[in-house]
């Protein structure tokens, strides 16, 4: 990549063109692909002004910088407010079309990490140029400015637009994938109705904004608590969009599960597959060892300690995530935002041959008998199309069919509370005792 040399004003935020080079493609049509920055909608009291000038026989300088012309809330700022025209007549071939990512919560701790993973290219591809489109709200807007700073200050190369808004209806627009992590935490004292109300009240309303916004068939991953049930009230609240495209976050479960498996049979965790979390994202989740493979081998075959997998590591996995809070004070982050790098790469790269991946989905015809017309975490596979189907070659025993049939239940009794956000009458609590995210202990 060639080096150039920037000079600017105090005033604005220098573009590398430099960043943009192709290391395919011939010095004439490196920066020739048509290029626009924008970040929005906090209204600034100057425009920046744009004076850099690139010294490099080796760097063109772009044909046209333009500042947007500020229009009420939507005014841009910095670096990704610019537009580029680099020689749009030679448009470069290597650039695949720019998606549109839209993620909620986004300046939360998991965004914190998921963000900056989306924006190198580690997610989606090295060619594959992303717009951000980050959903907060009044309490987070300036941490929402703080956060598309730092995306300013990492000068990644395919991170093409950057816009933050409180109103879900403009984030959302044309969004084809929308990563919903924003949700209130439990706090000290809440009843889980009372989170299931809130929280349901915010996917609802998200659901009906994705429908009117988004692209039609736009991929919905839910994060924020309780997942599974509000990514049932957003898809419900989101008739416009196929309930397939719906996912509640389950893969930091497999992850967890994958990586205690591995750990008492002494292999290193790439040695387990075929790993199916059953059911909610809560202290009810079934983690699969019937089916789970390590070396190819079933793992009762290789973990001989049956009664270790049927207690200590089931509920290790299921209390994973609260186990890790009494040592950080805070719930999983970084974890987290590399499991939804993972579930987001299963549905687009086909999965491995006779593998599987967890993710929870919508019961419409289910092939197992888990009942229909709710979010439950089952195994998938993708031919890497952004589809998945679900696997049908697992067996089951009386221990794993009692362990699905109670959280099974605990997701019908989330159903019921929620009944007044998904269109299905007057909510009515009846939850379990028991019935807690797997960070609550
Ligand atoms: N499925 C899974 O595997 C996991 C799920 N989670 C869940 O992900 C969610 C986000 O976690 P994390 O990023 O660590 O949390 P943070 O507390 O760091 O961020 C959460 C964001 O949620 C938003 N939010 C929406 N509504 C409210 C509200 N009423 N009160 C307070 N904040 C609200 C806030 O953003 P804003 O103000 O911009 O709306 C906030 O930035 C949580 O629900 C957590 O339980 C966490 C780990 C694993
Ligand atoms: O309960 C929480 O917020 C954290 C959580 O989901 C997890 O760590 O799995």
Excluded at 32 to 43: A, Y
Excluded at 136 to 148: D, F, N
Excluded at 330 to 355: C, F, M, Q
Aim: proline fraction near 5%; aromatic fraction near 8%; include cysteine.
């Amino acid at each position: 990549m060639a080096v150039a040399e920037l000079s600017c004003t105090e005033t604005a935020t220098c573009f590398r063109p430099s960043q943009l080079s192709l290391s395919s493609s011939s010095s004439s049509s490196r920066f020739s692909h048509h290029f626009r920055r924008s970040f929005r909608p906090l209204p600034r009291t100057r425009n920046p002004t744009i004076s850099c000038s690139v010294t490099s026989d080796k760097v063109q300088t772009p044909t046209s910088v333009q500042a947007e012309t500020p229009k009420g809330k939507t005014e841009c700022y910095g670096v990704f407010c610019l537009t580029y025209d680099l020689k749009a007549e030679e448009e470069t071939k290597s650039w695949k079309k720019l998606i549109n990512i839209a993620v909620s919560g986004a300046a939360g701790m998991i965004s914190n990490h998921l963000l900056f993973k989306i924006a190198s290219g580690e997610v989606f591809g090295p060619d594959q140029p992303v717009a951000l489109k980050l959903l907060g709200s009044e309490r987070s807007v300036q941490a929402l400015e703080g956060v598309a700073m730092e995306l300013e200050d990492s000068l990644f190369p395919l991170l093409r637009e950057v816009s933050i808004g409180t109103n879900p209806y403009d984030v959302f627009q044309d969004a084809e994938w929308a990563l919903l992590i924003g949700a209130k935490p439990r706090g000290p004292g809440m009843e889980r109705a009372d989170l299931l109300d809130i929280n349901g009240q915010i996917f609802a309303e998200q659901g009906k904004a994705l429908n009117a916004s988004a692209s039609p068939n736009v991929k919905v991953i839910v994060v924020g608590n309780p997942c599974n049930t509000n990514a049932l009230i957003c898809m419900k609240n989101a008739p416009n969009i196929p309930a397939k495209n719906f996912h509640a976050l389950t893969r930091l479960d497999e992850n967890r599960a994958k990586c205690q498996l591995a750990l008492k049979a002494g292999v290193f965790y790439d040695q387990v597959s075929n790993m199916t979390i059953w059911g909610n994202h809560s202290t009810t989740q079934v983690p699969d060892f019937l089916n789970a493979r390590i070396k190819g081998l079933p793992v009762k075959e290789v973990i001989k300690d049956h009664k270790w997998l049927e207690e200590e590591f089931t509920e290790k996995v299921q209390k994973r995530g609260g186990a890790l809070i009494q040592k950080w004070g805070r719930s999983s982050a970084a974890s987290t935002a590399v499991s939804i790098v993972d579930a987001i790469k299963s549905l687009i790269i086909p999965t491995p041959e006779g593998d599987w991946f967890s993710s929870g989905v919508y019961t419409n015809g289910n092939p197992y008998g888990i009942a229909e017309d709710i979010v439950f975490s089952m195994p998938c596979r993708s031919k890497g199309d952004g589809d998945y189907e679900l696997v049908k070659e697992v067996i089951f025993d009386d221990y794993l069919l009692k362990r699905i049939k109670k959280t099974e239940a605990e997701l019908l009794a989330e159903k019921r509370c929620v009944a007044h956000l998904t269109g299905e009458g007057i909510g009515f609590c009846d939850l379990p005792e028991d019935t807690m995210l797997p960070g609550e202990m």
